[in-house]
Each structure stands twice: as structure tokens, then as C-alpha cells.
């Protein structure tokens, strides 16, 4: 209680609303006695007792008698929580946190908030001393230096101009360039990197340096006009730079605001519609072009900021709850030692940039150009210091408390309502890019302490197939005999309404080491841009940021502990809570939820949740279950996108999966008639793996997906072959590219094999959450287990796979095996696994990758000319060795350039092509030597093999299908074409050179010989050395640049 609370001998009349809540613990009026008025408002409004009075008059005996025998009558046997003296009727409010029942007197009144960018709340809660405690307001802002720090501008001006230009940055359309090469992008770089040193290292920046960091790419980087070159952009961000570091901030504005005037604002849901299939599988979106299959062309499953939407969203955000002292833990927080975020390093952020996706938060700098100016190499050093500095941010963030207005700018979100299947809005923030890669690079060094804490608890913490596990063990709980039914929860807008306060206080407890980040994330309302219009974020987790589904996952927990119970087994997966057991365990759970949930901000949706009780148990579901508005069924209901429930609801809702599936193969069978390759690439990528997941958690349903097999068999495949296929192409087509196929498999075939798989996987996990064992060290040891199940799954796979290639290949005729043979050579099928690329050369129109898939499987070409121009019979073979028109020439000099290219990447200098050897005369060369004097080298470089000395290469490509080599063996015609290179260079390169010599023999079907395969690891090496890159990914590179060429 406030000591400047009113004294307990006063008398303090009490008015109670009558829509007020405090009317449930109230004695029904049919009860009270009489009060000589006929008017029941006067009851509620006018009575006032003077309980502390000791002023009574000795005349007023009956009186006071009377008034006591009226408070008796009226007691509502309830003592206040804070001067523990008796309560009366109309005497008494509750505790908004905790529900506690105090006297109006004990009350503690609420402070206003401190922090400046907070928001006025618009009521102000009733809180009793403990909860009071827990419901401190944030410090106000310290004071900051008035020395001149950014030009003319001291910190202060600083921080207040930032603070004012985002709100109407935000508002702008997308229009940025391309952070160009040369100094001055190194020189953009650079100022970024001293701003975010700035922050990690000084204190008395740290309230304007991120927001600077966020800000500056929208005020440099617009773009003047739609044609624009870069050498304008280089001029332009050039002066630019000069007016920035001078703290010229309005003059930057003016300057952008006018380019943004005349631009018409462009949601990026428009623009994704509008963009199409094509545009978005040529610049490798491959997940966003999937999701355009799903669709109507005409819709984006985004809605319009209407009036009726804007309110909607407010909503759905908010204001504060204050927290209740029932679930705050009094003991300390567990230790823990700040110095574990020093693994966060550069190459921590630079791997986070590389795989970082996704459009831009309020300042418009997308994910691209901050993964441009992150992982370009020709930024050089530059990008390595801005990485380095990042890193530095995130350990900071990690461990030192930042004041909540200092990372407004930071922490702000563009808000996207996305339309749900039921026509609702589900709300998702799109955050800063340098604030997802920071988080989302710190959420990863921390994710084993993560997985501890929510153990096998809440599965939405990143445990190895959570999900999957998550449908397994419920489903195998509710086929016990035992079990009468499951219940499926649901909560009302679960994420923007948990508790936040709350949370934070569950992540210090539980999860201590990343408290100090959700508490500078979290501690502060951060502002939601949607429209023209700002939203503060007080509560909950923002959908869309990286820590989101930790903070939720971790901040629950405490609510599963509560209501967990002996006869029910409880499973979680972020927001959604499932349960299976005996009806009266599942009502007490529901109880329980229902009674402490919103404490937690879990506020269930009793319309949207579902209880499958079994045929004998179903009187009883109705009959406790039935005034709580929750659906009760015998059948079944959706589950995690799976299904749970009888076989009949499970064939049912399989099939209107597949239905939808098909009508996505439409489209993309329409895609596929003008752009095969790209369809492909979708199909392989992504496509496919909406089912895989299904197949994954539900048995025996692989005879539903017959209506796709016959879409795929009979129209989608013939457009990527040019052809009807028969039953052993089919076959064939469905194997693993590395061995020859398409990866075009048949789901009515996998569809139980996936589940198979699915279930030995996760079997650790399923096994520890039907045991509801509560051990930190049993959820790794799961992983650990896991991890390794997964290896076996993978074997036992590839050795299926290749017993049915062994099969196939007993049965095809000479020319297919051959074909076979040349498909499954390492790097032979590295352009069709590439992702078609625009940028990168990689994509084929539609002719070339029909050839392409042709000349792989010796298919017939219909429309080849009878003759060549040679006179010979024309063919698929001829054609690649025939020497008229030049094109094994120009085959062999484009493959010989790009080798140079990659080495020259590589580091090595000099490197050199169509080198004149030097005069052989006066040496005694073999016979089988090349002694012209105009003989020439393909490839010249030094350092190869030993550091100063020269290597000299000379590339060959034949085609293995020639009739003179169909009866050697393949392996054999490699070594046939290097020994006859190295009798026509090796000793003359060695002795007269004084060098050394590497044939490059290349067949056709892109297959190489064992030394091309040391050349290009070496290169390999070097550049992963050089430009610190995966080895994996760098080999794949290179061998789909020579495959290309």
C-alpha cells in the first residue's frame, strides 16, 4: 500500500459499476434483506459504511446495532489481502492482476510510465501491494551529453531528429539501390561499421547509434529515377556520405521525401502477385513461387489496410497486462556466465546474412542488400569489419542492460495483416534485417540452453523433429485403451497477448542466459508501422522476429507446469496445447487452463477447440463439456496440419489435401508447357515437400495420392521429357538424381516410407514425452539419438535406392545402361540439381531443357534434320562430334575459360590461356611428343602443385557415346584420353618448360577424368581459404559453372 493512501479511520464510499466484474462474488439480491427503497440502484450506489468510525453517540445504540446486524448479513467471508481485516459487501475491489480482494484504502496507486516513447495507458489498474512490486515502471531516460558529437549536433539532437524521421520513413515505398562496388560502397560499409562500433563499445552513443544504423540505408541509398545507372548511384551516394557524416539528416530527408512524392506505394503483396511465378523462381524465391501455385493469381492472402482492418489489428496488440504475484517465483535466478555469447563472431553473422530472406522492416533494406553488402567478396575487408561489428552488437544486446527508448528504432516492425483461411487477421511483424540477423545469430549460439529449458515440454523450441513428435505421441496416447478422448486447444491471438512481463519473468528463471536480450527486446513498447499509422507493441511476441518462438515457447511454461496432471498426457507446440486421457482429466485440464491461462495471456477460444471422445465415452464429453462451448466429436480433427481421430476422418481429410495438391500441380503443369526448367526446380525444391510432411506423421495413405501420380505420370513429366514414358522410365525417373534420376518420385510409393522413417527418427523424443520425464539431460541425450537415427534413415534410403537401380538396370537395354552409367558420374548432374538462376546463366528455356533431359537418357529427338551438314546421318551422337560448323571448338574454349576464371578466382597469378610453348629444339623428346613450334597450351598458371612453379593444362572433351568407344568401358576412355595427352606434353612441359602437366578430359554428359577431379578440389581449397566459403557449397559451385559452360 502507498503510504499516501487515505487513513483506515476515514470513511470512503465505494460506486460500483454495474458492468463491473467484482458482480460474480456477490450474494444474489433475492437474499439481501430490505432497505425500506424499492429502487436496487440505490443499493448499489448510495450505500457507505463508516467501519473505522469510533465516534458513535450513546443515543445511537440502536442505530449502530442495526448496521451491524447489516454487515453481517452482507459478509462475503473474505479477509483483504493487505491489512488482513474483514470485507463487506461494496467494500472491497479486486486485484487486477492477481484477483486478490483488498479495500478500496489498501489499493496502490499506479505510477505513470517513464520511459518517453511509452504510450499513457487508458486505465489504470488496481493492484495490492505484492503484485505492485512486480509491476515496476522502467527507468526514465538518462540524461544525454549536450558536447557536439555528429557535426553540429550533440546526442540529445541527435537521438530526437532519428526518432522523429522514422515514423515518416516507414510510410515510404521500397526504392533503394544496389550498394555499389569500389570504394565508395566500401565507404557506405564502413560508416555503417563505425556506427555499430559506436554502440558496442561506447556508452554515450548507444542512444543513437543503432537507430543511425537502421536509418542511414533509407536516407542514402534512394534510388533518383527507375533508370538510373550506377555510375549516378556512385556520384550520388558519394555526396551523400559528406552530408550524412556532417549530420545534415533534414537536408538527406528533403532530398528522399521528393524522390518518394511521385512514387506510388506498392505492398509487397502486390508486388509478389504481380511478379509471378517466373520472376520469382529466376531470382532463386523458390518457397514465395510455391505459394503462388496455392493461390488465385488475383490474390495474396494479404489485406488492404481498411478502417475495419487498422482496428482489428489495434486489437490484436494490447496494452499491457500487469502481472499477477500468484505465479512470481521468489527464489533467485539461476546463474550463468555472460562470457558464453563471446562464440558469437563474425562468421556467426556472416552465415546468418548468407541464408537471411525476406522483404525489409520499416526502413525498406531488404534482405538482399543487406546480404549484398554482408557476404559480397569485392566488398572485401569492408563487409569482414561490418560483420565483426555486428557480432560485437549481439554480445552487447546479449549481456548489458540498453534503456527501452535507445532500441525503439531497432526494435520496430512493419506489420503485415495476413487474411486466415477463416477470414480473420493474423497480424505478422516484419522487423529490421540487421536486428533479425543479430537475434537470430544470438537465438543460435544459445540453442542448446533453449531446448534444456523447454525440454520435452513445449516442443516449439527447436528440438529435431518437435512437430513430427509432437503428432506421433498424441496419436499413439489416444490409441491406448485406456485413453477416452484428446482435446485440441485453441487460443485467441496467443502470441500478441501473452503476458509479457510475465514471460520475461519465466525466461529469468528458466532460461537466464538470454533474459538480459528478451529484456532489451521485450522491457519497452516498440513501435508497429502499418500504413500511415503506428501501433505500439506492449504485450505479447511479435510473428516475425527470430526470438519470437522462444520467448513464447519459454514464457508458457510455467502454465504446462500447472496444469500438469497424473491421467492426462499434455503436448505442446508453441500456442497449441493437446491433451489426451479420461474425459474427467481432460475437463479438469481444460479447468485449469481456462482458470490460470489468462494470467499468461492463453485466452482460449472455446469455438475453435475441439474434444474427440470415443463412441463409449461420449455421453460423458457432453455432459461436462457441454456448457463449456467446445466442439465434441466422434470423428476427428486437424492436428498440427496432420490429423488425428478415426480412419475414416484421416481418409477424408488426406483427400482434400491431395485435391488441393492437384490443383497446384495444374499450375504448374501450366508453367511448365513455356518454362520446364524452372517447374522442375519448383517441383524438386519445394513442391514435393508440402506432402512429404503429411506422409511423415500419417500411416498407411499412400493409395490417396494416386490422382497426383496420375498428374505427374502422365501430364507434368511428359513436358520435362518430351515424351509418354513407360513403366521402367518411370522407374527411372523416380530415383535420386546422383544416381542417375530426376528425384521424380511416385508418392504413392513414399508415402509409407516417409512415415517409417519419420517415426524410428523421433522415436527418442516420442518415447521421453509419453514417459513425461522432466530431465534436462534426457532431451540431448534425444537429440543425440536422434541425430544418429536420422544418419541410419538416410543409409537405409540410399541403399534401397540403389537395389532398385540395381533392378532397373537388369533389364534395360545397352544404350540405357550407358546412359545410366554417364548420368550417375560425380558432377554429371550438377545442372540439374542448380538452382535456375537469371543472374548466374543457369536457367534453360524450354527447348534447351528438353534436350538436355534427351541427350541424358539417349531419348529420340523427333525433330533433328535427315542430313547434316557434313553428309552423314544426322543423330543426337553425330552431332556432338561432328566437326563442321565449329562447335567442338567453341564447346572446348568456353569450358577452357571458365577454368581459367575459377582459378584466377582462386588466387592464383598468373593465369594464362593459349600460352606458346617454348622451342623444343636440341631436345630428345619421345616420339608420340608434340614438337610443332606453334604449339600452345590451353592453361598456364603458377602455384598449383608447389608454390613458383608453373603448371600447364590442356583441356580435351569427347563424347562417350561415339561409335568407336560404345564398347569400352567409361572409366577406361578417361584413361585412354589422359594418357594421350600426357605422351603429347608431359616431357615436353617438364624438360623444356620445367614445369608440370595436368590433362583435363571432360566427357559430353559432364563426367571428368581423376585429374581434372585434384584441380578443381585444389581450387577449391584456395578459394574457401581465401574467401572464407564452404568447402560443399564452393565444389557444387564449380562444378556447375563448368557443367554450364
Given at each position: 500500500?502507498?503510504?499516501?493512501?487515505?487513513?483506515?479511520?476515514?470513511?470512503?464510499?465505494?460506486?460500483?459499476?454495474?458492468?463491473?466484474?467484482?458482480?460474480?462474488?456477490?450474494?444474489?439480491?433475492?437474499?439481501?434483506?430490505?432497505?425500506?427503497?424499492?429502487?436496487?440502484?440505490?443499493?448499489?450506489?448510495?450505500?457507505?459504511?463508516?467501519?473505522?468510525?469510533?465516534?458513535?453517540?450513546?443515543?445511537?445504540?440502536?442505530?449502530?446495532?442495526?448496521?451491524?446486524?447489516?454487515?453481517?448479513?452482507?459478509?462475503?467471508?473474505?479477509?483483504?489481502?493487505?491489512?488482513?481485516?474483514?470485507?463487506?459487501?461494496?467494500?472491497?475491489?479486486?486485484?487486477?492482476?492477481?484477483?486478490?480482494?483488498?479495500?478500496?484504502?489498501?489499493?496502490?496507486?499506479?505510477?505513470?510510465?517513464?520511459?518517453?516513447?511509452?504510450?499513457?495507458?487508458?486505465?489504470?489498474?488496481?493492484?495490492?501491494?505484492?503484485?505492485?512490486?512486480?509491476?515496476?515502471?522502467?527507468?526514465?531516460?538518462?540524461?544525454?551529453?549536450?558536447?557536439?558529437?555528429?557535426?553540429?549536433?550533440?546526442?540529445?539532437?541527435?537521438?530526437?531528429?532519428?526518432?522523429?524521421?522514422?515514423?515518416?520513413?516507414?510510410?515510404?515505398?521500397?526504392?533503394?539501390?544496389?550498394?555499389?562496388?569500389?570504394?565508395?560502397?566500401?565507404?557506405?560499409?564502413?560508416?555503417?561499421?563505425?556506427?555499430?562500433?559506436?554502440?558496442?563499445?561506447?556508452?554515450?552513443?548507444?542512444?543513437?547509434?543503432?537507430?543511425?544504423?537502421?536509418?542511414?540505408?533509407?536516407?542514402?541509398?534512394?534510388?533518383?529515377?527507375?533508370?538510373?545507372?550506377?555510375?549516378?548511384?556512385?556520384?550520388?551516394?558519394?555526396?551523400?556520405?559528406?552530408?550524412?557524416?556532417?549530420?545534415?539528416?533534414?537536408?538527406?530527408?528533403?532530398?528522399?521525401?521528393?524522390?518518394?512524392?511521385?512514387?506510388?506505394?506498392?505492398?509487397?503483396?502486390?508486388?509478389?502477385?504481380?511478379k509471378g511465378f517466373v520472376d520469382l523462381m529466376r531470382n532463386g524465391q523458390t518457397s514465395e513461387a510455391t505459394g503462388w501455385l496455392d493461390s488465385s493469381r488475383h490474390t495474396c492472402g494479404v489485406k488492404s489496410c481498411t478502417d475495419e482492418v487498422l482496428l482489428d489489428l489495434e486489437k490484436k496488440h494490447p496494452p499491457a497486462s500487469p502481472i499477477s504475484s500468484k505465479y512470481v517465483h521468489s527464489d533467485p535466478p539461476a546463474d550463468h556466465q555472460p562470457v558464453t555469447f563471446q562464440g558469437i563472431t563474425g562468421e556467426s553473422i556472416y552465415k546468418c546474412g548468407l541464408n537471411?530472406?525476406?522483404?525489409?522492416?520499416?526502413?525498406?533494406?531488404?534482405?538482399?542488400?543487406?546480404?549484398?553488402?554482408?557476404?559480397?567478396?569485392?566488398?572485401?575487408?569492408?563487409?569482414?569489419?561490418?560483420?565483426?561489428?555486428?557480432?560485437?552488437?549481439?554480445?552487447?544486446?546479449?549481456?548489458?542492460?540498453?534503456?527501452?527508448?535507445?532500441?525503439?528504432?531497432?526494435?520496430?516492425?512493419?506489420?503485415?495483416?495476413?487474411?486466415k483461411t477463416d477470414g480473420g487477421t493474423r497480424p505478422i511483424g516484419i522487423g529490421e534485417v540487421f536486428r533479425r540477423i543479430v537475434v537470430k545469430a544470438i537465438i543460435f549460439s544459445q540453442r542448446v540452453a533453449i531446448k534444456v529449458a523447454a525440454n520435452c515440454v513445449q516442443l516449439a523450441a527447436g528440438q529435431s523433429g518437435g512437430c513430427e513428435a509432437a503428432i506421433h505421441s498424441l496419436s499413439d496416447r489416444f490409441e491406448e485403451a485406456d485413453c477416452e478422448g484428446a482435446l485440441l486447444l485453441d487460443a485467441s491471438n496467443a502470441f500478441n497477448r501473452l503476458n509479457r512481463g510475465l514471460a520475461l519473468h519465466s525466461v529469468d528463471r528458466l532460461c537466464p542466459i538470454l533474459a538480459q536480450l528478451f529484456n532489451n527486446l521485450y522491457g519497452a513498447p516498440s513501435p508497429l508501422y502499418v500504413g500511415n499509422q503506428v501501433l505500439m507493441s506492449e504485450e505479447g511476441a511479435t510473428q516475425g522476429c527470430p526470438s519470437a518462438m522462444a520467448m513464447y515457447s519459454i514464457g508458457i511454461l510455467p502454465l504446462i507446469s500447472l496444469a500438469d496432471l497424473e491421467d492426462v498426457l499434455q503436448v505442446w507446440y508453441a500456442d497449441d496445447g493437446n491433451a489426451a486421457g479420461t474425459i474427467s482429466g481432460l475437463h479438469e485440464w481444460y479447468e485449469i487452463i481456462t482458470t490460470h491461462g489468462p494470467a499468461f495471456g492463453y485466452h482460449i477460444n472455446p469455438d475453435k477447440c475441439v474434444l474427440i471422445a470415443k463412441e463409449h465415452h461420449l455421453e460423458k464429453a457432453q455432459e461436462l463439456f457441454g456448457e463449456t462451448g467446445v466442439q465434441i466429436t466422434t470423428a476427428g480433427a486437424r492436428h498440427l496440419g496432420a490429423a488425428i481421430g478415426s480412419t475414416e476422418f484421416k481418409t477424408t481429410f488426406v483427400t482434400n489435401k491431395v485435391s488441393e495438391w492437384v490443383s497446384c500441380l495444374e499450375n504448374l503443369v501450366t508453367v511448365a508447357k513455356t518454362h520446364p526448367h524452372l517447374a522442375y526446380s519448383n517441383y524438386v525444391r519445394s513442391l514435393k515437400m508440402k506432402w512429404s510432411y503429411l506422409q511423415r506423421t500419417l500411416p498407411d495413405i499412400g493409395h490417396l495420392f494416386q490422382p497426383m501420380e496420375d498428374i505427374l505420370r502422365h501430364k507434368l513429366i511428359p513436358l520435362f521429357v518430351g515424351k509418354h514414358i513407360s513403366d521402367i522410365e518411370r522407374r527411372i525417373l523416380a530415383l535420386p538424381v546422383k544416381m542417375g534420376g530426376m528425384a521424380l518420385e511416385n508418392p504413392v510409393q513414399t508415402a509409407n516410407q516417409e512415415y517409417n522413417n519419420s517415426r524410428f527418427a523421433t522415436g527418442p523424443l516420442v518415447s521421453l514425452i509419453l514417459a513425461e520425464e522432466d530431465c534436462p539431460n534426457n532431451i540431448m541425450d534425444a537429440e543425440m539419438k536422434s541425430g544418429k537415427l536420422k544418419k541410419k534413415c538416410a543409409d537405409a534410403t540410399d541403399e534401397r535406392h540403389a537395389t532398385e537401380r540395381a533392378d532397373i538396370f537388369a533389364v534395360l537395354d545397352m544404350k540405357t545402361q550407358r546412359a545410366m552409367e554417364l548420368c550417375s558420374e560425380p558432377g554429371a548432374s550438377s545442372w540439374l540439381t542448380a538452382r535456375p538462376l537469371q543472374k548466374l546463366g543457369h536457367e534453360l528455356n524450354q527447348v534447351e531443357f528438353v534436350d538436355a533431359i534427351r541427350?541424358?537418357?539417349?531419348?529420340?529427338?523427333?525433330?533433328?534434320?535427315?542430313?547434316?551438314?557434313?553428309?552423314?546421318?544426322?543423330?543426337?551422337?553425330?552431332?556432338?562430334?561432328?566437326?563442321?560448323?565449329?562447335?567442338?571448338?567453341?564447346?572446348?574454349?568456353?569450358?577452357?575459360?571458365?577454368?581459367?576464371?575459377?582459378?584466377?578466382?582462386?588466387?592464383?597469378?598468373?593465369?594464362?590461356?593459349?600460352?606458346?610453348?617454348?622451342?623444343?629444339?636440341?631436345?630428345?623428346?619421345?616420339?608420340?611428343?608434340?614438337?610443332?613450334?606453334?604449339?600452345?597450351?590451353?592453361?598456364?598458371?603458377?602455384?598449383?602443385?608447389?608454390?613458383?612453379?608453373?603448371?600447364?593444362?590442356?583441356?580435351?572433351?569427347?563424347?562417350?557415346?561415339?561409335?568407336?568407344?560404345?564398347?569400352?568401358?567409361?572409366?577406361?576412355?578417361?584413361?585412354?584420353?589422359?594418357?594421350?595427352?600426357?605422351?603429347?606434353?608431359?616431357?615436353?612441359?617438364?624438360?623444356?618448360?620445367q614445369g608440370s602437366f595436368t590433362p583435363l578430359v571432360f566427357s559430353t554428359s559432364g563426367g571428368f577424368a581423376g585429374e581434372v577431379g585434384k584441380v578443381l578440389e585444389r581450387a577449391a581449397r584456395k578459394i574457401c581459404d581465401r574467401h572464407k566459403e564452404s568447402y560443399a557449397e564452393t565444389m557444387s559451385f564449380i562444378r556447375e559453372k563448368t557443367r554450364f559452360s
Open positions: 500500500m502507498s503510504r499516501g493512501s487515505p487513513s483506515r479511520c476515514q470513511s470512503t464510499p465505494v460506486t460500483l459499476r454495474p458492468d463491473s466484474h467484482l458482480l460474480s462474488f456477490f450474494t444474489p439480491r433475492s437474499e439481501f434483506p430490505s432497505f425500506g427503497s424499492n429502487d436496487s440502484n440505490t443499493f448499489d450506489s448510495e450505500i457507505s459504511f463508516n467501519k473505522h468510525s469510533e465516534c458513535h453517540d450513546e443515543s445511537n445504540d440502536s442505530t449502530d446495532e442495526c448496521i451491524r446486524n447489516i454487515r453481517n448479513a452482507l459478509s462475503i467471508d473474505a479477509v483483504c489481502c493487505e491489512c488482513s481485516e474483514k470485507i463487506y459487501f461494496a467494500e472491497f475491489v479486486s486485484c487486477t492482476a492477481c484477483s486478490n480482494l483488498i479495500h478500496p484504502q489498501c489499493v496502490t496507486p499506479a505510477q505513470p510510465p517513464t520511459n518517453e516513447l511509452s504510450p499513457i495507458p487508458d486505465y489504470s489498474p488496481t493492484l495490492c501491494l505484492a503484485c505492485s512490486d512486480v509491476n515496476q515502471c522502467p527507468p526514465p531516460r538518462p540524461q544525454l551529453s549536450q558536447v557536439n558529437c555528429w557535426g553540429d549536433l550533440n546526442a540529445e539532437e541527435v537521438f530526437v531528429k532519428l526518432q522523429a524521421l522514422a515514423p515518416l520513413i516507414s510510410t515510404w515505398a521500397p526504392n533503394l539501390f544496389e550498394v555499389p562496388f569500389g570504394a565508395v560502397g566500401r565507404g557506405f560499409i564502413d560508416e555503417l561499421t563505425r556506427l555499430a562500433n559506436l554502440f558496442a563499445t561506447s556508452t554515450a552513443a548507444e542512444s543513437y547509434a543503432l537507430s543511425a544504423l537502421v536509418l542511414a540505408p533509407a536516407l542514402l541509398l534512394q534510388k533518383p529515377s527507375k533508370k538510373s545507372k550506377v555510375g549516378g548511384h556512385k556520384n550520388l551516394l558519394e555526396r551523400r556520405l559528406e552530408l550524412w557524416k556532417s549530420g545534415k539528416f533534414d537536408q538527406l530527408f528533403r532530398e528522399a521525401a521528393a524522390i518518394q512524392k511521385p512514387l506510388n506505394y506498392q505492398s509487397p503483396s502486390e508486388e509478389r502477385c504481380n537471411i530472406k525476406g522483404s525489409g522492416g520499416p526502413s525498406g533494406f531488404d534482405a538482399s542488400g543487406v546480404s549484398r553488402i554482408l557476404c559480397a567478396k569485392k566488398f572485401k575487408q569492408s563487409s569482414t569489419a561490418l560483420c565483426d561489428a555486428l557480432s560485437l552488437v549481439a554480445q552487447k544486446l546479449a549481456t548489458t542492460e540498453i534503456h527501452g527508448d535507445f532500441l525503439a528504432i531497432f526494435c520496430s516492425s512493419r506489420l503485415i495483416p495476413l487474411e541427350l541424358r537418357y539417349g531419348f529420340h529427338f523427333p525433330d533433328l534434320i535427315g542430313k547434316c551438314g557434313c553428309g552423314a546421318q544426322n543423330t543426337s551422337d553425330h552431332a556432338l562430334i561432328c566437326k563442321v560448323g565449329g562447335f567442338d571448338m567453341w564447346r572446348h574454349d568456353h569450358l577452357r575459360d571458365t577454368l581459367a576464371d575459377i582459378l584466377r578466382y582462386a588466387g592464383f597469378k598468373p593465369v594464362n590461356t593459349e600460352q606458346p610453348m617454348l622451342p623444343c629444339d636440341g631436345f630428345n623428346l619421345p616420339i608420340s611428343a608434340n614438337i610443332k613450334a606453334e604449339a600452345r597450351m590451353d592453361i598456364v598458371c603458377r602455384g598449383l602443385w608447389s608454390d613458383m612453379q608453373t603448371s600447364f593444362m590442356d583441356v580435351r572433351v569427347f563424347h562417350p557415346n561415339a561409335p568407336s568407344y560404345l564398347k569400352m568401358p567409361i572409366t577406361n576412355l578417361y584413361k585412354q584420353h589422359q594418357n594421350q595427352k600426357k605422351l603429347a606434353y608431359m616431357r615436353r612441359v617438364q624438360e623444356v618448360e
